[in-house]
């Protein structure tokens, strides 16, 4: 299953959203102001990175997913975290929400990845009351995620037409035009998240084809083919290498920057 959401249920994204993430969720909660008496809705909720710690800070919160092996693993989290919040399988591009429902929508590095750009920033706008908060975390085009996705991009099926990059999210003009006159104000910071948990760049190579279901669906697609298969292999360690900021000898450490966008709504 790779199709919408089917991608994200292959490997093991909860696993790699826990061990080189998971601290971009409470820096979006803080921001955000996140706390008790807030309705909260998280869009493309993942495993819960952001919507976790939104109902650790006492909010009432629905985490939302189109993907649901990501969902079953949030609730088994949450209940590990002992903290109680809803989770609901739900497209970001036509949410099975009232307008004006909530207080305060986030998404951390989820909804930009929906296709219909458009459809799904409208989403946003339309759920959140107004005077409420839009918070997002977004990979920029510049970061070692948009270099990353670039070098799978030859071995994936060609995008539609009128694709645009997800990256495009962690652009601010671009993000800017897309929430459009659904916000009063926006503002951005850029971040960075140190990924350093690896001994080399072969090991980080060999994790995300093993656990992120982008290169799961890439290598599978190749399978019957090792040569591009081992073209794919040699590319992502290539990108590996040239990008490892860590000490000769290791460990391997990667600087993972985003975009962290919070909008007051109309």
Known sequence: MTGRGGIWALGDFAKVARETITGTGDVLVEACGIGPGQRV????????????????AGADVVA????????????????????TLEWVEADAQALPFDDDAFDVVTSSFGVMFAPDQPAAAAELVRV???????????????????????????FRPPPPPGFQPPVMWGEESH????????????????HTVVVDRFPDP??????YAAYFGPVVAARAALGDDPTRLAELDRAL????????????????RYELEYLLAVARVT
């Open 41 to 56: 809705l998280d869009v493309a909720a993942g495993s819960g990175n952001v919507a976790i710690p939104a109902a650790r």
């Open 64 to 83: 939302s997913d189109i993907t649901p092996e990501l969902l079953e693993a949030g609730r088994a989290e949450a209940a590990q975290q002992g903290v």
């Open 128 to 154: 959140c009351r107004p005077g409420g908060t839009i918070g997002l975390v977004n990979w920029t085009p510049g970061s070692w995620v948009a270099q990353f996705f670039a070098t799978l991009l030859p």
């Open 175 to 190: 993000l800017r035009e897309l929430l459009g006159a659904g916000i009063e104000t926006l503002r951005t910071e850029r």
């Open 202 to 207: 072969a090991a980080i190579v060999s994790y």
């Open 237 to 252: 360690l290539e990108l590996a290498e040239r990008t490892d900021g860590g000490p000769p000898g290791g460990p391997a």
